[in-house]
């Protein structure tokens, strides 16, 4: 099963910005839209966006509207998720993921999970 591997996480101030890439161990994500979750300590995955592979259609939680943004780089297949103007709330450990499920945003309909990247954001 393919696997996936996020990339770019770290320490940040508020205000500042972070991106986050996401591969698929060299392979192509296909036919699939990715997605890109979080978990802060003690809370449940929250969805933050995705977009479809093929035609760059995307979703996004409303919260994080305008401050975040996700794309696809075909050449170098990997999908970014552009973080800005970022607030200590956003800490948290962020994981891509994949389904073929249009626009949906719950963690269970996702799979081939990566091991996660630390962001966190210090007041």
């Known amino acids: 099963q393919v696997r996936l591997v996020e990339s770019g996480g770290g320490l940040v101030q508020a205000g500042g910005s972070l991106r986050l890439s996401c591969a698929a161990s060299?392979?192509?994500?296909?036919?699939?839209?990715v997605g890109w979750f979080r978990q802060a300590p003690g809370k449940g995955r929250e969805f933050v966006a995705s977009i479809s592979w093929n035609a760059g259609t995307t979703v996004y939680a409303d919260s994080l509207k305008g401050r975040f943004t996700i794309s696809r780089d075909n050449a170098k297949i990997i999908v970014n998720l552009q973080m800005n103007s970022l607030k200590p709330e956003d800490t948290a450990v962020y994981y891509c993921a994949r389904t073929r499920k249009y626009g949906s945003s719950w963690s269970s309909d996702f799979d081939s999970w990566g091991q996660g990247t630390q962001v966190t954001v210090s007041s």
């Open positions: 060299g392979r192509t994500f296909g036919s699939f839209y």
